[in-house]
């Protein structure tokens, strides 16, 4: 009789065990996962091209972008290049049909100049594009020091390889908080 209460608490303890940690163990991951499968992502920065906004190797959440027509002019977006086979993060300058006109560095929107105060070292860069529809022109902050749409065999990004928006640097702790 004995024996048998003894496997009866031996039995409790293992379902008490697997109920009170394997099962929200489990529960926990999985969520995580989905989060960041569907929700949100981390990204490294890969360059400075985007100093002083962000710095190479700061790290950052990444908001997951369904629906590429709500994103905004300004907008920081990591989309996928497939020039250089890897995710790059530059600020949205041009949408679908934009006239864009870079004139001694200065970036005009169908004939309206862009005030773009996150420019701290522009260049003297001069081009004409047109954006094509369902495409994305792209540059970066650090302008003299920047790969991007300018300067690409094809300067626009197509909208499915946009990955999401930048949200919030989380390192290093001293710039902790939104990224504008």
Known sequence: MEEINNQKKKNINIRSFFKDWVIPIISALIIAFLINKFLFFNVVVPTGSMIPTINKE?????????????????????FHSNEYNELLIKRLIGLPGDDIEIKNGIVSINGEELKEDYVKNKDQYNGIFKVPEGKYFFLGDNRPNSADSRYWKDHYVDSSDIKGKLQFRFYPFKDFGIVK
């Not at 700061?58 to 990591?78: A, E, W």
Request: proline letters at 0%; zero cysteines.
């Open 58 to 78: 700061d790290k950052g959440v990444i908001s997951v972008i369904y629906n590429t027509k709500n994103m905004k002019r300004g907008d920081i977006i990591v």
